[in-house]
């Protein structure tokens, strides 16, 4: 028997009181986030909050929403992942170090949607789906409240970190901006312009708009790539392998093949600045945002919505002139497969509220959704031979989002020092997603083979490289829909001491039901101190796309027992299907959490500030599983698939619900706002989050996958140490906002923590006394592989401080000018373990030279100047 947890409501928004508007003393905006029943301030909260003003964030000489939230707010992170896919145009920002799709995003405080997009690649937030924050445009934004506190019990699923919550514009100021900047080091070239305004409707509505674009360049950071290009030259003429080690192409090592094997000549000659290397690549990208209110009688209409498309061009893995994945009629000194994406976003809610008596009502029901359609150039299809197409379409993941709820609330007179305030409701939400097949030549198996050198007769990499397309197997539509009722009361018993409570239950079609409550509380204490504390437990549904993602892959590989090369399948499989049910997968379970914490605060005058601990327990996380592939030698793996009648597939992997985490952490805000005299106004602030996650149970690998020989875990090293270390353990924000007479100077200064990544596996003593020569710190530990003596090295990113200054002139009232540097001392990260000619060159840090973890990118110091009007 299932029991309703009631629970603390007044979850409004928490990152550090950095901005605070400058009308306002410091801690009193009004947030609306995380509760029902009335408005909060910031200092007035039983749960940490923060109020991020739309004039501080648009100071900001970051690009993105994304961007200006990792300078803001401490315990906001995200990596810069350089994989060629939705990465490039969603960052998967988190909260507190969970993953993206455990905070919930809302857009004037209803539930935003996800993107279509799965990371499936090697990145921070591997296996979610997160929510692109940066289809709002700063332009647009009145205000973000960011609320670090579980919020399950309120808005239902995915608020297990928290909740960010944007609020558009509502002001009816003309307004309009173009800026220009480009990095120290070359690229990263970016024109942004933003247009808009309102009108009133009468005297007591109205409506603003907000038109946004950007262009940006990528700025590359690539390294030459010295490996052998072109096929050896033995003595007799033949022609043999490529090397695969760094540094033989450019006569450091010797060419592969037999004895005697001399470099193809034009290998002295090649360009080998061939990689694109970028924290982000080439993206254009325009949007519209709306929001309207008008009073109609005794009622309010309101309306709001955002509509994005955002082009982007990113690229693949260079594949070398002699690889046989090239056809060499086509492409002689090799080629980079490039992956366009365009991704559109929209959204649009219609709503009314008014008044019954003394009982406040809210209707409601907002519709958006999102599509990233694929296609493919400078790339090639190697079964087609030279008929092969150089470009291609590739397909397109969608999912869609309705959601309509009705909120009713009212105040009762008790007798306590407050009237007690309820609200009640209920919610309904359909989501749907989608997968669309590429064009056929994207994925199909040709009759070509590779025609010449060491791999004559072998068939060559199957569909269209980089991406290949999406196949007809892997098409999809699905729905599904929820339903849910929430209740929320608070009260103040006596003066000075409040009491939240909140319960939700939702039904979901494709899982069932599940109960979350939550209960916070706040006491104030003599002098300006407060305490107060929070309980409560949340859940993340699995996503459509968790649980009917699926894409192949086509490869070729040699049978070992006919020695000759065989057709072969790599599969991410939906965890429903009987391939993934054949090798142990489960249904998808939703995550639960338990939240818990509680801290102080301060308030007087022009100073806030904060101390709260943090403790999130979350069970059965959703993962995608290591890759499953038969040990070397073996056909196990096929041989028992193909008897169930699943041929071919050579490579599996699937969603999980593989792991428990324990998250803890320590968030300390202080800020102060002040006259200094007749120098004008001052703003200080200061933020520190500290997080841990550790995992508290691994599943074990499934039975069915033991019995055939295959010893890698369900949640291999890559994932754990991804999971437990790959996000900054630290962070430090420091700022000061400085207006004397027409000049503003605003300086911001970053600290991001240590962050860990598996550099390489299996490594001998030999190897590692040879990593231990370069100039990167790292640690070992036991190889996960079992070889006796060998260890997996732990690669170690050092702390790293970020420091953003600007300089703005006021014109006159109508026109600002700023002049700024993001990274103004032109700081890169940590750089890779490298491979040398001695060590393993099968790695690609020999070309790239900074880690996709690394927490602040590695574009180097970024300069712009601005110019802003508003009438």
């Given at each position: ?229 072109y096929f050896g030259i033995a003595p007799n003429g033949s022609l043999q392998p490529l090397s695969a080690r760094y540094g033989a192409g450019t006569g450091l090592n010797p060419p592969g093949g037999v004895a005697g094997t001399r470099l193809d000549p034009r290998d002295a000659s090649v360009d080998r600045n061939v990689w694109r290397f970028a924290d982000q690549g080439d993206v254009e990208d325009w949007s519209l945002v709306g929001n309207l209110e008008k009073p109609l009688g005794n009622v309010t209409l309101y309306s709001f919505g955002a509509y994005r498309v955002s082009k982007a061009h990113s690229n693949a893995s260079f594949r070398r002139a002699g690889q046989d994945e090239n056809v060499r009629a086509i492409y002689p000194n090799g080629f980079l497969p490039f992956i366009n994406t365009e991704s559109t976003d929209y959204s649009a809610a219609i709503g009314l509220r008014g008044e019954i008596g003394s009982w406040k009502w809210d209707l409601s029901s907002i519709y958006g959704g999102n599509a990233i359609e694929y296609r493919t150039e400078n790339t090639l299809n190697a079964t087609l031979g030279a008929a092969s197409p150089t470009a291609f379409y590739n397909g397109e993941y969608a999912n869609s989002q309705w959601t309509t709820n009705l909120t009713v609330s009212n105040a009762f007179d008790v007798g306590f020092a407050r009237p007690v305030e309820i609200a009640f409701g209920a919610e309904y939400r359909r989501d749907g997603y989608r997968i669309t097949r590429g064009e056929p030549a994207s994925y199909q198996y040709g009759p070509a083979r590779v025609l010449d050198g060491p ?417």
């Amino acid at each position: 028997m299932k029991h309703l947890l009631f629970a603390g409501t007044a979850l409004v928004l928490s990152t550090p009181a950095i901005a605070q508007e400058v009308s306002s003393p410091a801690g009193t905006d009004i947030v609306v986030t995380g509760s029902r029943v009335g408005e909060r301030t910031v200092t007035t909260s039983p749960v940490p909050i923060d109020s991020l003003r739309g004039e501080e964030i648009r100071e900001s000489g970051y690009q993105e929403t994304t961007e200006i939230l990792r300078q803001l707010a401490p315990s906001f992170a995200f990596a810069t992942p350089t994989t060629p896919d939705g990465n490039t145009h969603i960052h998967s920002a988190s909260l507190r170090g969970l993953s993206p799709d455990e905070t919930l995003v809302l857009l004037n405080g209803k539930r935003l949607h996800t993107a279509a997009w799965v990371n499936t690649g090697g990145t921070i937030g591997k296996g979610s789906t997160p929510t692109d924050l940066n289809q709002i445009p700063a332009a647009g934004v009145g205000r973000i409240e960011i609320l670090r506190d579980g919020a399950s019990a309120t808005y239902g699923s995915d608020a297990i970190a928290g909740v960010i919550n944007i609020l558009l514009r509502t002001d009816t100021e003309f307004h309009g901006t173009a800026s220009a900047g480009t990095t120290y080091d070359g690229g990263g070239d970016t024109y942004e312009f933003s247009l808009g305004g309102g009108v009133k409707l009468g005297e007591d509505g109205f409506v603003n708009l907000t038109g946004y674009y950007r262009d940006h360049k990528a700025a590359n950071r690539a390294e030459p790539d010295t490996r052998q290009f072109y096929f050896g030259i033995a003595p007799n003429g033949s022609l043999q392998p490529l090397s695969a080690r760094y540094g033989a192409g450019t006569g450091l090592n010797p060419p592969g093949g037999v004895a005697g094997t001399r470099l193809d000549p034009r290998d002295a000659s090649v360009d080998r600045n061939v990689w694109r290397f970028a924290d982000q690549g080439d993206v254009e990208d325009w949007s519209l945002v709306g929001n309207l209110e008008k009073p109609l009688g005794n009622v309010t209409l309101y309306s709001f919505g955002a509509y994005r498309v955002s082009k982007a061009h990113s690229n693949a893995s260079f594949r070398r002139a002699g690889q046989d994945e090239n056809v060499r009629a086509i492409y002689p000194n090799g080629f980079l497969p490039f992956i366009n994406t365009e991704s559109t976003d929209y959204s649009a809610a219609i709503g009314l509220r008014g008044e019954i008596g003394s009982w406040k009502w809210d209707l409601s029901s907002i519709y958006g959704g999102n599509a990233i359609e694929y296609r493919t150039e400078n790339t090639l299809n190697a079964t087609l031979g030279a008929a092969s197409p150089t470009a291609f379409y590739n397909g397109e993941y969608a999912n869609s989002q309705w959601t309509t709820n009705l909120t009713v609330s009212n105040a009762f007179d008790v007798g306590f020092a407050r009237p007690v305030e309820i609200a009640f409701g209920a919610e309904y939400r359909r989501d749907g997603y989608r997968i669309t097949r590429g064009e056929p030549a994207s994925y199909q198996y040709g009759p070509a083979r590779v025609l010449d050198g060491p791999g004559t007769g072998a068939i060559p990499t199957i569909g269209s490289q980089g991406f290949a397309g999406i196949q007809p197997a892997d098409e999809v539509d699905v729905s599904r829909r929820a339903i849910g009722a929430f209740v929320e009361l608070a009260a103040e018993p006596i003066a000075g001491w409040q009491v939240n409570l909140a319960g939700r239950y939702e039904d979901y079609s494709d899982f069932g039901d599940t109960w979350n409550g939550q209960a916070s509380t706040r006491v104030e204490l003599p002098a300006g101190f407060a305490l107060r504390g929070s309980i409560g437990t949340g859940f993340h549904a699995p996503a459509l796309a968790q649980q009917y993602f699926s894409s192949t892959s086509s490869r070729t590989i040699v049978n070992n027992t006919t020695g000759f090369p065989e057709f072969v399948l790599v599969r991410t499989a939906p965890v429903g299907s009987a391939l993934a049910q054949a090798l142990g997968a489960q249904p998808l379970k939703p995550e639960t959490s338990v939240n818990y914490g509680g801290g102080v605060t301060f308030a007087s005058g022009g100073f806030t500030a904060s101390a709260d601990y943090y403790h999130i327990d979350i069970d059965d996380r959703i993962t995608l599983s290591s890759n499953y592939v038969d040990a070397a030698g073996s056909r196990r793996l096929r041989d028992y698939l193909t008897g169930l009648g699943i041929p071919g597939v050579t490579s599996v992997r699937y969603f999980t619900n593989a792991v428990d985490s324990r998250t803890q952490g320590l968030d300390i805000t202080a800020a102060w706002r002040g006259s200094i005299g007749g120098l004008g106004e001052l703003r200080l602030s200061a933020a520190y989050n500290y997080n841990e996650t550790r995992l508290r149970r691994v599943s074990a690998t499934p039975s069915q996958i033991t019995a055939l020989g295959i010893t890698t875990p369900l949640f291999d090293v890559n994932e754990r140490t991804r999971f437990e270390y790959g996000q900054p353990r630290d962070k430090i924000a420091l700022g000061a906002n400085w207006n004397v007479g027409p000049f503003t100077l605003d300086a911001r200064t970053t600290r991001y923590g240590k962050v860990e990544q598996v550099a390489l596996t299996n490594q001998s003593a030999a190897n590692v006394a040879l990593i231990a020569q370069g100039n990167t710190p790292f640690r070992t530990q036991p190889t996960e592989s079992g070889a006796a003596g060998n260890v997996d090295v732990i690669q170690q990113l050092r702390p790293q401080w970020v420091t953003d200054f600007s300089f703005t002139g006021h014109v006159n009232r109508h026109l600002d000018v700023t002049f700024g540097a993001n990274n103004i001392f032109n700081v890169y990260p940590t750089q890779n373990i490298r491979s040398t000619p001695a060590l393993t060159g099968a790695d690609t840090f020999g070309a790239f030279p900074y880690s996709e973890f690394s927490p602040a990118g590695f574009s180097g110091a970024f300069y712009y100047v601005r110019a802003g009007v508003r009438f």
